[in-house]
């Protein structure tokens, strides 16, 4: 068994590691790298990013465009967390709610449209 000084130090190594990876550093935003990594990462980087996105709550308005482009993304995983993402954008995704109507009319992914009509009603009964 560890003493409690070695958990506490494996501990401690771990965290410091997946900040390091995570790349929590002072110089750099988290929204904006999410954001970046949304649009221009791997798919599972773009997967990460939207569920990400989709908690934090109020999803910030600079956040809907990218999501709403999200919607046609290669991988259904993005395109599905980008969908549920929508939903948690409160009082700034009100005002886009006819982008989320027109996304959903046109969309040809039936689960996409499914988690979508979901975001779409919870946005309207929030108002």
């Not at 409690?4 to 965290?15: H, K, T």
């Not at 995570?22 to 791997?42: F, H, I, M, N, Y």
């Not at 709610?97 to 946005?123: C, G, M, W």
Request: overall charge negative; hydrophobic content about 40%; aromatic content about 4%.
């Amino acid at each position: 068994m560890l003493s409690a000084y070695c958990q506490w130090l494996l501990v401690s190594l771990f965290v410091a590691g997946l900040v390091a990876s995570l790349g929590c550093r002072g110089d750099v935003d988290p929204e904006a790298e999410t954001l970046q990594q949304l649009q221009k990462g791997s798919a599972d980087q773009r997967w990460t990013a939207a569920l990400s996105i989709c908690e934090m709550r109020p999803v910030p308005e600079s956040h809907i465009k990218p999501l709403i482009t999200a919607l046609n993304d290669e991988d259904l995983r993005v395109r599905l967390a980008a969908a549920r993402a929508l939903g948690e954008t409160g009082i700034a995704g009100q005002k886009h709610v006819n982008e989320f109507v027109d996304a959903y009319t046109h969309h040809p992914d039936p689960q996409v449209k499914s988690v979508l009509q979901q975001s779409i009603d919870k946005l309207n009964e929030s108002r």
